[in-house]
């Protein structure tokens, strides 16, 4: 225990898979922490590694920035007391939990205990089932012939079991985000699994550590509006817990960035489609009556975010094949370059009609506010602007149709408006990624502690 008054330090490590790691570095030298946290995966991860994994047999199915995450941050944790709780498995949480044994051993930390927490690929289960898309109501069957992954979300419960066990390195795959930083508050003071309230509070800091430099300032950062210092070397977040749930949040000493309460406020709100109920495996969160006071420079305290009793299913994340994207750039500058870029974009628009509806954007102008069908908005009239970026895309199920973008973009060299220059050109499979719904008996995560 690192808090002289008894409370939990947690600290945040990554926000995603691409997150910087200096600050996971610092949280783990200067945080004082109890637990380090990493969240790596995005809701396409998972279907992303399988594909991956299907093209190169080799390809371990975890993160492939563990190495490097782990190789900063264990000699700091070995020293600080401090463990590690990572959903850096991905689609295979035994050979991560194993490559960070390896790693802890050439850390001088060879007695580290590591552990794998796995959950259940429903793939076989759902191909065939009448269980509902979320997102069109069709039959998730309607997908079974290019069905890549179907992962539900698991919760707190395995990871707080294997902690209980004495692990000190807890690495997952598909976990909810919170749950990552709520199973060490329910291993530290024993919060049962139907302790709304309390877990209600976890999941709220969960929810607010799960992205790392967004409450911290990163994501927060607009110059003369939102002013953050030091932005180049800012820190990640630390919660401080009690056993009822409140928390301080803060950051470690001697980084860049700030903590404050509208930092806290905007990744509070941060993704909640409703606040009153946040939906997790664990609890659903309600922060309808959260309060959040600033106590010191960079020290925001939280409370009041209740809970109630968890939902009786669980959500799984089905990933498809669903055909080729491709997409292309060029640039116009100069006198009428806004023009002459309109004008390539007409010219692709009715030169692919027949292959699929084309995204256009102008980079600088209209890249923002254009809509998937390649429709111009009236907003989007600009002065003339006299260096522009044509962007160009489609999606198709079928390589060779796809590929005809690939052509057309190209030949706008010299098939096209004057002084084209600067093509790049893309393809590559695309994964589609709906939702549903599962009984929560149906998920059974276990975890494996490493001899």
Known sequence: MNDKAGRLRIGSGSGWWGDRIDPARWNAERGALDFLCFETMAEATVSAAQVRKRRDPAFPGYDTWLDERMRAVLPHCKANGTRIVSNQGWINPRAAARRVAELCAQAGWADARVAAVTATDLSAEIAASDLRIMETGAPVSTVRDTLISAEPYAGAAAIVQALDQGADIVITGRVADPSLFLAPMMHRYGWREDDWTRLGQGSGIGHLLECGAQVTGGYFADPGYKDVPGLARLGYPIAEIDADGHCTLTKPPGTGGRVDERTV?????????????????????????????????????????????????????????????????????????????????????????????????????????????????????????????????????????????????TALYCCGPAGGGGVRTAMRPRLGTVSCLVPREAVNPGYTLLD
């Open 265 to 409: 406020k905007e990744q509070l709100l941060y993704e909640l489609h409703d606040p009153a109920a946040y939906l997790t495996p664990d609890v659903v969160a309600d922060i309808t009556q959260a309060s959040v006071a600033q106590v010191g420079s960079d020290r925001v305290h939280l409370q009041g975010v209740r809970g109630h009793a968890r939902p009786p299913s669980l959500k799984v994340n089905v990933c498809f094949e669903s055909g080729w994207f491709a997409e292309g750039e060029i640039s116009y500058a100069g006198a009428r370059a806004e023009e002459r870029a309109r004008l390539a974009g007409d010219v692709l628009r009715e030169r692919l009609a027949s292959v699929a509806p084309l995204r256009v954007d102008l980079i600088g102008v209209a890249s923002v506010w254009g809509d998937d069908a390649g429709r111009w908005l009236a907003a989007q009239a600009s002065q003339g602007a006299q260096d522009v970026r044509l962007r160009v895309a489609l999606q198709h199920r079928d390589h060779a149709s796809a590929q005809r973008l690939v052509r057309e973009v």
